[in-house]
């Protein structure tokens, strides 16, 4: 048999489309070369020849074709991806372990493997930690138990490829600090427990649940380190949560229309002070009564700094806030940029006064800022000056002292109640006349009736 395929270029001079032509093939009988010019050359014989046609697609149905082929190959990776994706385990708290898990990174693989240490009390130690492989072994060096996982492809994923089963030691590690109980271990388990911001969870609290559920002894200084980290992870860094103050005063201003807010930074560009007061506070000042309250407080953190505040009472003798303020200390420099900020937001009025406790810092920034306003005493804390000077307290010493402050006449004021201190301590009576003065602190003497 012979074959004589069609040459495609003869085509192709006529159409450039050469799949639309389908190719020809001819076959025939040949004749033997030894009977060639013979005379007895079978007559009968004659050329068979068999065409086959094998229609090639055009090159829509072709594309269509190739593009039905692609949609389905990705169709088939997705869902091969989707099913190993759903076998991954983020989760570091589980049950068992065994050959063939995949861990979504290595962290949640050493979480997991050291949680499970801790259930089954089976102390391990790291034999081997890279990018590529994780190797743990007994810490009893006679126990032939070993654990061996590697990274999963070109992911981050690992998977554990072996455990040697047999565990044949016996390690009592419940009544000291478990070596694989680590502070970063004890923050994940303990997480959940502050993501109410109110939620105070001491490490006291963490050593006698890490000691009831888990049956670990741990440290108060670990206790501690896990806390921390536990914090950060559920709050996010206090760190960061600075970077993102400008973007929160922004949206004070645009969301509460006349908010005055300003954030001052050191020349390192690092936090310094920080004011604010919305607007609506400004509008509803002028319905307020004219005494502002002003005080201060340190705030527990470790960043340390204070809270500065500014209040008013409305008509319902309500508190009515005015400003607020975070600052470095509460120094001279602090509370006299603060009382600057109050004065712009909200001026002065006829008949306003300022109430505070005889911190000195105080008194010279509202004289420096409101040098025409009287400033006077808060009650207050004038009564616990009292106790810590002289020594003296009771209900005795706090209904003379309240008695003398809202008397509205000097018989009232003298008889009744400056006499029942005199009886109390001789010295407080100067203390009260002489060294804070009356119109701080009376209702009777003050410039504000």
Not at 16 to 26: F, I, L, Q, S
Not at 65 to 76: G, P, T
Not at 113 to 126: D, E, G, H, L, T
Not at 155 to 172: E, G, L, P, V, Y
Request: hydrophobic share 35%; glycine share 4%.
């Amino acid at each position: 048999m012979a074959a004589n395929f069609m040459n495609k270029s003869e085509k192709k001079k006529k159409d450039d489309d050469e799949t639309k032509y389908p190719m020809m093939v001819n076959l025939s009988t040949a004749i033997p070369t030894e009977n060639i010019g013979n005379n007895s050359i079978n007559h009968d014989y004659s050329e068979h020849t068999m065409q086959i046609t094998q229609a090639i697609p055009t090159r829509t149905e072709y594309a269509q074709n190739m593009a039905d082929f692609v949609i389905n190959q990705v169709e088939n990776a997705i869902e091969t991806s989707q099913q190993a994706t759903s076998q991954v385990i983020s989760d570091p708290h589980v049950d068992n372990i065994f050959v063939g898990q995949v861990f979504s990174n290595k962290e949640t693989l050493q979480n997991l493997c050291r949680s499970y240490s801790i259930r089954r009390n089976q102390p391990f130690k790291v034999k081997r930690s890279s990018k590529l492989d994780y190797k743990l072994v007994c810490i009893d060096e006679n126990c032939t138990w070993s654990f061996l996982a590697s990274k999963h492809g070109k992911t981050n994923m690992f998977k554990i490829r072996k455990i040697q089963h047999s565990h044949t030691c016996s390690i009592d590690v419940t009544s000291v600090d478990h070596p694989n109980a680590t502070s970063n271990l004890i923050g994940s388990v303990i997480r959940t427990k502050f993501v109410k911001p109110k939620r105070d969870y001491t490490p006291n609290e963490i050593v006698d649940d890490m000691a009831d559920d888990y049956c670990v002894s741990i440290s108060y200084q670990k206790a501690w380190r896990a806390r921390e980290k536990a914090i950060v992870d559920a709050r996010c860094c206090p760190h960061e949560s600075y970077s993102e103050i400008p973007r929160i005063l922004y949206m004070m201003e645009k969301c509460n229309p006349g908010t005055i807010t300003d954030l001052v930074t050191d020349e390192n560009g690092h936090f310094k002070y920080l004011y604010f007061a919305i607007g609506a506070s400004i509008k509803g000042w002028q319905h307020c009564n004219l005494i502002i309250v002003t005080d201060g407080t340190f705030l527990k953190n470790q960043h340390g700094a204070a809270l500065l505040i500014a209040s008013a009472q409305n008509a319902n003798r309500h508190i009515f806030p005015l400003a607020f303020a975070i600052v470095d200390s509460k120094n001279d420099t602090s509370w006299n940029w603060f009382f600057s900020k109050l004065k712009e937001s909200y001026s002065e009025r006829e008949g306003q006064c300022i109430i505070s406790d005889r911190h000195e810092s105080i008194a010279k920034a509202a004289n420096t800022n409101f040098s025409n306003l009287m400033h006077g005493v808060c009650c207050y804390h004038l009564l616990k000056n009292i106790k810590t000077k002289f020594k003296n307290g009771g209900d005795e010493l706090k209904n003379a002292f309240n008695g003398a402050s809202k008397a509205y006449n000097a018989a009232e004021y003298e008889k009744k109640n400056m006499r029942d201190l005199d009886n109390i301590h001789s010295g407080i009576r100067d203390y009260l006349v002489n060294e804070v003065g009356n119109s701080k602190w009376t209702r009777l003497y003050s410039q504000n009736k």
